[in-house]
């Protein structure tokens, strides 16, 4: 009888052994089992959701003026960045800018034009802003000009793809950058070694627009251009106040840049 009972005992470890290895099983078996989540998981799982959602928020510009990167959505863009899927967002909007820029019938007058910001939509700031905290940390203009005139930011494979695929369409370059007048010679030269060239104008700063506000002074600058006679189609830019103001373009194409707000 002891002998039967042991059998039995050990028929039914045997069969609840493999009804929870097969994966078909267990599955089912943890849909109705609430199996334990460590709470680290859950709190990690639950913050990397609210940066994807703060993110979307900032290239929208629903979140509007903002100062840095929330300290718990460092690690986000650390991801965001590292494991390619910026590069995949970015060559999005480079194809849809160039389906448009295909739509244009060029006049043959050299005054088609298309506009591009500088830092963050063709030149690549990320290894300054990885060894700054990914925009978690306040902007501080003097370890900045540092960097960029250094005059080795990398340009983006997309921008390339863009810059040169306009160009081959017949388009003119208008670059309008926020920089100071007194970077032009290293922000060619920086240009010219990410494999830009052919450009119309390099538009920066000079002394009279110190002090006035992004949106302000690139829509000056593209009104100027617009006086001249070019026709601006299409803008790309990764701040909405390089896109937005007043002489803006047919098209605009925001660039993501989670990592800093310029107003
Ligand atoms: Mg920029």
Known sequence: MAFSRSISVSFFIFILFAVLINPAISSRVSSFIKLPVTVHESRSSSVASYCE?????????????WKVVPSKCVSSL????????????YNVVANYALAFAKTIKIGGDGKDAWVFDIDETLLSNLEYYKANGYGSVPYNSKTFNEWVVQGTAPGFDASLKLFNGLK???????LLTGRDEAQRSIT????????YSGWEH???RGDEDQGKAAAQYKSEQRSRMVKKGFKLHGNTGDQWSDLQGFAVADRSFKVPNPMYFIA
């Open 168 to 174: 081959k369409l017949g388009f003119t370059i208008i």
């Open 53 to 65: 959602s703060w993110r979307l928020s900032v290239e929208t510009n629903n979140a509007g003026s």
């Open 78 to 89: 650390e991801t965001y960045y590292n494991r390619g899927q910026f590069d995949k967002d």
């Open 188 to 195: 060619e030269k920086n240009l010219l070694d990410a494999g």
């Open 202 to 204: 390099l538009l920066l």
